[in-house]
């Protein structure tokens, strides 16, 4: 089944709460980034901005059950795929795949050469959480474990690549996994 995507719309406030508890709920436990729905309602709002992308994807009642948005670096020869949420009751049914294939179709239309996620490691989901990333940066990311289900493998079955980390990014011994793919 071919879920129902469309831009966010600003004016539809029962949209864009739905969209903020979805993020609040899906992560509160991950990371501190929104630590309540005050923040999340913030970072909904912000992916409204001018050039930037905000779709959501919706049940057959009209529920937002997922939420994918991207902003363009580079002058728009990159964009960022950021962020990519999917309710916990509809993960692993294709909706996350969607929503980032319609993010790279978009993008493409717009000129996009490459598309790049960043996917935090504060809970020590990867063999890249938990130590100095300093010592080896490129044999940590070439021997990279998934130990605890972290999303990089859904990005790298989609065709993404681990291009890179920022050690310490969250925290000591708690990075972001930079991945990347060509497109467009």
């Not at 020869?77 to 950021?82: D, G, I, M, Q, T």
């Not at 598309?115 to 938990?130: H, K, M, N, P, R």
């Amino acid at each position: 089944m071919v879920p129902d995507i469309i831009d966010l719309p600003a004016d539809r406030s029962d949209l864009l709460e739905q969209t903020a508890k979805l993020l609040y709920e899906s992560f509160v436990d991950l990371t501190p980034a929104w630590p309540d729905m005050q923040a999340a309602r913030g970072e909904v709002l912000a992916s409204l901005e001018c050039e930037k992308i905000c779709r959501v994807t919706l049940d057959r009642n009209g529920h937002v059950i997922g939420w994918a948005g991207a902003m363009p670096h580079y002058d728009g020869n990159v964009w960022e795929l950021h962020p990519l949420v999917v309710a916990k009751t509809h993960r692993k049914q294709g909706y996350g795949r969607a929503l980032v294939e319609d993010i790279e179709r978009i993008v493409t239309a717009r000129g996009a050469l490459t598309l790049w996620v960043g996917s935090d490691d504060e809970i020590d989901a990867t063999s890249l959480s938990g130590v100095d990333l300093y010592d080896d940066i490129p044999g940590a990311i070439r021997n990279v474990k998934n130990l605890k289900g972290h999303p990089y493998e859904f990005y790298t079955r989609l065709g993404f690549h681990i291009v890179g980390v920022m050690p310490d990014a969250n925290g000591r011994g708690k990075p972001d996994i930079f991945l990347a793919k060509r497109i467009g």
